[in-house]
């Protein structure tokens, strides 16, 4: 093959293997494991970049990235489309394929960003399809070649066996089912301490073996053959099963998340409430009580102000009452296409900025370009969207740390970008962080607060509007929170 591109650097791709080889070696391996197989991806077929996309019942997510496709992580894609799903069923293990297969607007989008042409394989765990690997190529790169394709194909089996070993796999609750080869156990002794925890009980748990070894069985024993259902602090449900080592005191316990977690919406409604309207209440009531008690020292037109303020975030209430009333009642709902107008986004983000408090203002820079073409969507969701990139960048920093607002855009879409200095987060929770009532810490170790709702309704509320947001590392540290809407201007605005 000749071309443009770079050799492949073979003592980075057999560093990479021998990296997720121990890491599977050791019983770890998740997301992790699956990031760095498309990180080798990369490397091995020289291309411009990689990703894996995990399927869904309805979809699919894009769940690992890199190189010139890092900007997709965590974005809901249509790779199941029935061209290109009959053309990796049936021929060769890797296909070859140009952008357009990918969706009209997801193969513009790529387009806009130079990429022409994919090598695909779909991954499969066992007999069960699970996503596909693919990696894309700049246009005048040439075509891939024997070796890099023979790469490929060895790399999706590598992520098939990885899902095969249910090590924090699959990423999304509607991804293929399949079964995992272990599940979480541990050996207590006669005092129900625990002596041995896997790895899979750690994924389960959160908890690492070097925490939970050593420390009393966080958990009910169940007596004899009974199995026992308890609720984590996490809130997922686990079933539990104990019985004791013969010829020892020991206890071997299994325990597995119940395959139908049960969803209370009566709950749901009241988290979400608390979360969303916190703001809006608070603002009311502030500049109410200053209207009641000041109301004789301010002149005019500071009380025409402060009643501008009260009505405008009743209003926001209302609109806030109404959106939580609908997410509640109808969870698969995508949302009214109708309802979707184009606005300015540089002029919706600055008066989002105004909205922020004092201290969020003070640690946030604004460096936004002067214009941009507009925005098809909701402009009222932004602020909530903002606040909550903002008040994330605050809470999971050690001080409040400088985040910058930043905003661009490409053929199809405009975004904006939040970037902090952080603790930052790891590559397996990017997705877990979108999760209901998820939160980095759990239990007694957990000191910030919140219930684990802020970047569930963001996500809700940008797929709503066809749009994605995602979460990634930041290089040297800290986190990008990215929203991307379509162009208001674009030909089409559905998903790719």
Known sequence: MVDARDPVDATAVFGGLAEIAEQLATGAGGLPALQRTVDVAVEATAAAGASFVEYGHAGGRVVAAAGALDWSLGRPVDLIHPTLRGLLQYGSRVRELPVDLLGTVGGEHLRGRGLARFIAAEVNAGSTPVGVL???YHDGEGTAGPDERAA????????GLQYTLGRGLPIHADAPSVAPVGEPLALLDAAHVVRSWNPAAALLTARSPEAAIGSPWPFPLPHGAETVEHQMACGTWIQIRAATVPGT????VSFHARADQPAD??????????HEL???ITVIR????????HWDSLDEGSRRDAI???????RELSRLVDRLLNAVGDESNPGDASALLPFDLIETLTAAVDDLSPEQRRTLTVALPPTLPKALGERAT??????EFVTNAGKYSLNWVEAVLTAGADAQTVWFRVADRGIGIRPEHVERAFERFWQLETGDQRTRGGVGLGLYLVRRIVERQHGWVSLRPRQGGGTVAEVRLPRADADTHGEA
């Open 278 to 280: 916190r703001t809006p």
């Open 382 to 387: 932004l602020a909530t969207i903002l606040a």
């Open 152 to 159: 490929l194909a060895f790399l999706a089996n590598l992520a």
């Open 265 to 274: 919406r009566r709950d749901l409604f009241i988290a979400l409430t608390g």
């Open 249 to 252: 005191t020991d206890i071997s």
């Open 134 to 136: 693919a990696a894309g």
């Open 286 to 293: 502030g500049y109410a009580d200053t209207l009641v008690e």
């Open 308 to 314: 501008y303020v009260v009505g405008q975030r009743a």
